[in-house]
């Protein structure tokens, strides 16, 4: 069936790289996407990568897509307390063109 | 203010009461969706518009309603509400064409 998965857990040194897994089930899917959510807030859409690319950076964050596997990850450079939340990734149905979002990945920040 | 509101931000109901969520959005996107939030579930979709007068069920629709007589807005209803029904409610928009959703910051709904 459809299903985004990504682990629902990671924790972090400040100061470390975060990255974040996901995989995906459309192969023909044409964008990905990294959402954000900070407590008590709706999702922001953070970044996406068309299926063309298998790199996107925009600053501290840096997108892997591998096609060929179906996955998906989001790096975080020297993470930030700021950068605590909960991450989705999520995907593009090109048959009717709605996005699956995967359950979330709560990232946590030590210090 | 531009941008996608919803209300009330919060709201407790008992049960068997119907309850109606607003979803309101400035920039005339096409696309409008209604999803709740759970732990351990994630984000449900529960319908979903593709244009004024044009309403599609998603994941979980039971027990909800939605019209979409204006392009601007997308009103969720329960019509009799349950307690499986407390959750967060999220409502976005588009304008499709795989740019992604705005969301609004959501109604957090308790049926007592």
């Known amino acids: 069936g459809e299903d985004v998965e990504q682990s629902l857990f990671l924790s972090v040194r400040e100061g470390d790289s975060s990255v974040i897994n996901c995989t995906y089930t459309d192969s023909s899917s044409t964008y990905l996407y990294w959402y954000k959510q900070e407590p008590g807030a709706g999702l922001q859409l953070l970044t996406y990568?068309?299926?063309?690319?298998d790199m996107k950076q925009d600053q501290r964050l840096t997108v892997l897509l591998n096609k060929k596997d179906k996955h998906l990850s989001l790096r975080i450079a020297d993470t930030q307390t700021g950068d605590s939340a909960i991450y989705f990734c999520a995907e593009l149905m090109n048959r009717d063109d709605k996005i699956i979002f995967g359950k979330g990945t709560r990232l946590h920040i030590l210090p | 203010d531009a941008g996608i509101t919803q209300s009330p931000r919060y709201k407790i109901t008992e049960t068997g009461r119907q309850v109606t969520l607003m979803c309101h959005q400035t920039w005339s996107h096409s696309y409008m969706f209604w999803y709740r939030q759970d732990l351990g579930h994630g984000l449900r979709l529960i319908y979903y518009?593709?244009?004024?007068?044009?309403?599609d069920k998603g994941e979980v629709p039971d027990g909800y309603v939605v019209s979409r007589s204006k392009t601007e807005n997308f009103p969720l209803t329960l019509e009799s509400a349950t307690r499986s029904q407390t959750s967060v409610y999220f409502c976005?928009?588009?304008?499709?064409?795989?740019?992604?959703?705005?969301f609004g910051s959501g109604t957090r709904l308790t049926v007592v």
């Open positions: 990568i068309f299926s063309n690319m």
């Open positions: 518009s593709a244009a004024a007068d044009i309403t």
């Open positions: 976005a928009s588009s304008t499709g064409g795989g740019v992604g959703y705005t």
